[in-house]
T-cell receptor, first 116, second 116 residues
């Protein structure tokens, strides 16, 4: 079974600084997708960024970028120029292609605090 | 599009009562997912449907839980009888599959269920 691990329960960053959230996963599949979701206090799950495993190029979305290391099964999220609105719980998620169906497997989450 | 719609947003009920949570997926999406979020277990998939047919219900905790999708625009998750340990936030999500990117799931705002 696939597992997703976020080893940082909490992180903090100063406004305008850069922070990196870590995520590792375990899978035997060769083709899959990885996502970062953000959950602010409103509890709405918001997609931040996605990465297809077959793509070598790291995904970027404005201030958000990932460092995808397929061999190491690592998928970290970098937030540049952090803003107060970035404060939220961040979840790393895995979606397989071959055997795991359409389910998303989530990590435990990392609570990000942005200090003014 | 209005996004995934869930109702009610909050539900407080007494132990032993029946609870019905409702979801309207994004129009045109052919996958629908029910997730539960708790502090202890994080985000976990309960069941998902493809074209209104249940595909994987292995995450449904026990027989007290049931889910239906009578048509492409409506799904229910029912708990009967409810217990205090069912207290959680229940999310509905929908997605397209095999139609090219994006592959992500779009989440509703969630229903916060409290069973006293």
């Amino acid at each position: 079974a696939q597992t997703v691990t976020q080893s940082q329960p909490e992180m903090s960053v100063q406004e305008a600084e850069t922070v990196t959230l870590s995520c590792t996963y375990d899978t035997s599949e060769s083709d899959y997708y990885l996502f970062w979701y953000k959950q602010p206090p409103s509890r709405q799950m918001i997609l931040v960024i996605r990465q297809e495993a077959y793509k070598q190029q790291n995904a970027t979305e404005n201030r958000f970028s990932v460092n995808f290391q397929k061999a190491a099964k690592s998928f970290s999220l970098k937030i540049s120029d952090s803003q107060l609105g970035d404060a939220a719980m961040y979840f790393c998620a895995y979606r397989g292609w071959e055997t795991s169906g359409s389910r998303l497997t989530f990590g435990e989450g990392t609570q990000l605090t942005v200090n003014p | 599009d209005a996004g995934v719609i869930q109702s009610p947003r909050h539900e407080v009920t007494e132990m032993g009562q029946e609870v019905t949570l409702r979801c309207k997926p994004i129009s045109g999406h052919d996958y629908l997912f029910w997730y539960r979020q708790t502090m202890m277990r994080g985000l976990e998939l309960l069941i998902y449907f493809n074209n209104n047919v249940p595909i994987d219900d292995s995450g449904m905790p026990e027989d007290r839980f049931s889910a239906k999708m009578p048509n492409a625009s409506f799904s229910t998750l029912k708990i009967q009888p409810s217990e205090p340990r069912d207290s959680a936030v229940y999310f509905c999500a929908s997605s397209l599959w095999d139609r090219g990117p994006p592959y992500e799931q779009y989440f509703g705002p969630g229903t916060r269920l409290t069973v006293t």
